[in-house]
């Protein structure tokens, strides 16, 4: 990918997910990098999944996780092979970031 990459900052948003849970659990990192960290996604994005548990409000069983979070890993994994097709980063850090904007 290191090769030919498209990158917009204007597509950027900055990226929150609530208690890194994607990082966390899903041991997704920067698309550059693989760093664990993550400062922006690509625009459009699904909604982020530890913000998804977060808003159900209650202490949700691990099958209840488990049901709740099946749809949108598929759509982040579907957003994340269209922006890799694309030759786009899906997740940049802050120090990736830093050298696309420059
Ligand atoms: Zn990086």
Redesign the pocket.
């Known amino acids: 990918m290191n090769n030919k990459i498209n990158f917009n900052k204007d597509n950027y948003v900055e990226f929150n997910d609530f208690n890194d849970v994607m990082i966390q659990a899903f041991g997704i990192?920067?698309?550059?990098?693989?760093?664990p960290?993550i400062s922006f996604v690509l625009k459009d994005h699904p909604k982020p999944i530890g913000s998804l548990i977060k808003e159900q409000g209650k202490n949700l069983t691990d099958s209840e996780v488990e049901k709740l979070v099946e749809k949108p890993i598929q759509e982040w994994q579907k957003f994340e092979d269209i922006n890799f097709d694309n030759q786009e980063p899906t997740f940049?850090?802050?120090?990736?970031?830093n050298q696309m904007i420059w």
Do not use: A, I
Not at 29 to 35: A, H, V
């Open positions: 990192g920067c698309s550059l990098c693989y760093e960290q940049l850090c802050d120090e990736c970031w």
